[in-house]
């Protein structure tokens, strides 16, 4: 079944203007306690995070055939879901997306790492990983209110009352693999620092109230 929109894309690393922020939520430390104890260390780690992580992203997105009950029906795809159904209530539209961050593994495997400096990659994997999240639905959002079309919140698998099992039929359906990402049996994505999720799109404004409720860690 062939999407109606889709892009295939490397992200900036300068567009992630709250990865910074970002990185320093996922230490847990207050930023001039960072700077006054582990100063040297951690402009060391940031740049080479900088100059050796690549963050990719893309997404797909595939005309609702109708949604009935709990079965959402995308083309010749059936998912069988309350939550996903309950997520996608008004849509006429499925955006499928993922974001990785290459270069991480390497990173922290190298053998003369001080122990502070995969402490500091763990963060800037993390930072970069939910920045390219924020950033890609920030372009999907771009994308349909260009078009005069309304976004719903971005879900991912696991997520509220969404199954785990879902992110296998939307990794098939969207082909991650083009920007490098695999699903292994074990159904933990590789690379470990990336996300995948979907968004609902819809003429009907009242799809951006749906799951507002919800707090997302992504």
Not at 13 to 23: H, I, M, V
Request: hydrophobic share 40%; net charge negative.
């Amino acid at each position: 079944m062939a999407p109606s929109d889709s892009c295939v894309c490397s992200i900036p690393l300068e567009q992630l203007q709250d990865a910074e922020d970002l990185c320093f939520e996922a230490l847990h430390m207050d930023r001039e306690m960072v700077m006054d104890q582990f100063d040297d260390i951690f402009e060391d780690a940031t740049e080479r995070c900088n100059g050796s992580l690549e963050c990719k992203g893309m997404y797909k997105s595939f005309p609702i055939s109708a949604i009935e009950g709990n079965e959402v029906r995308v083309g010749d795809v059936s998912f069988v879901s309350e939550a996903f159904a309950n997520a996608l209530r008004c849509a006429d539209e499925l955006v499928i997306y993922a974001v990785t961050v290459h270069g991480y593994e390497e990173l922290v495997k190298n053998p003369d790492n001080d122990p502070f400096d995969n402490m500091f990659f763990d963060a800037w994997g993390v930072a970069y990983a939910m920045s390219s999240h924020r950033w890609i639905k920030a372009a999907i959002l771009e994308q349909a209110s260009a078009k005069g079309r309304h976004v719903g919140r971005g879900w991912v698998p696991g997520e509220g009352e969404l199954e785990m099992s879902l992110q296998r039929d939307l990794f098939d359906l969207l082909g991650p693999s083009a920007i490098g990402i695999s699903l292994p049996e074990s159904g933990l994505m590789h690379p470990m620092m990336s996300i995948n999720g979907f968004m609902g799109v819809s003429d009907n404004p009242e799809i951006e109230g749906i799951g507002k409720d919800i707090v997302s860690q992504h």
